[in-house]
Nanobody, 123 residues
Framework: QVHLAESGGGLVQAGGSLGLSCAAS????????MGWFRQAPGKEREFVAA????????YYADSVKGRFTISRDSAKKTMNLQMNNLKLEDTAVYYC????????????????WGQGTQVTVSP
């Protein structure tokens, strides 16, 4: 089991940028995929981005492609989500998560979930 802790989040104006970070308690990331899901009030949780910990292959939801960038640093045991050109519809609670593979991650079948951090985009 991996313990995940998000940091970042906050209130940002539309068009602005915000960076989210996720720290993992595990020393080794082998065999895991990590990334982000988000959930807006009254809506279902949706996939945002994911990255394989070994090769660093990134995956993005169409809604954030070109605006968000996911990265990881295995040595530092951190994962980041750089969000640029934020839109009102990006407002949601963002959750760091880890899964056994990409398919499971995108389905929401996680091994670990973070507590979540609020991202609010204002006009």
């Amino acid at each position: 089991q991996v313990h995940l802790a998000e940091s970042g989040g906050g209130l940002v104006q539309a068009g602005g940028s915000l960076g989210l970070s996720c720290a993992a308690s595990t020393h080794t990331f082998s065999g895991f995929v990590m990334g982000w899901f988000r959930q807006a009030p009254g809506k279902e949780r949706e996939f945002v981005a994911a990255i394989t910990l070994s090769l660093g292959t990134a995956y993005y939801a169409d809604s954030v492609k070109g605006r968000f960038t996911i990265s990881r640093d295995s040595a530092k045991k951190t994962m980041n989500l750089q969000m640029n050109n934020l839109k009102l519809e990006d407002t949601a609670v963002y959750y760091c998560a880890a899964a056994i593979n990409v398919a499971n991650f995108q389905k929401g079948n996680m091994g670990s979930w973070g507590q979540g951090t609020q991202v609010t985009v204002s006009p």
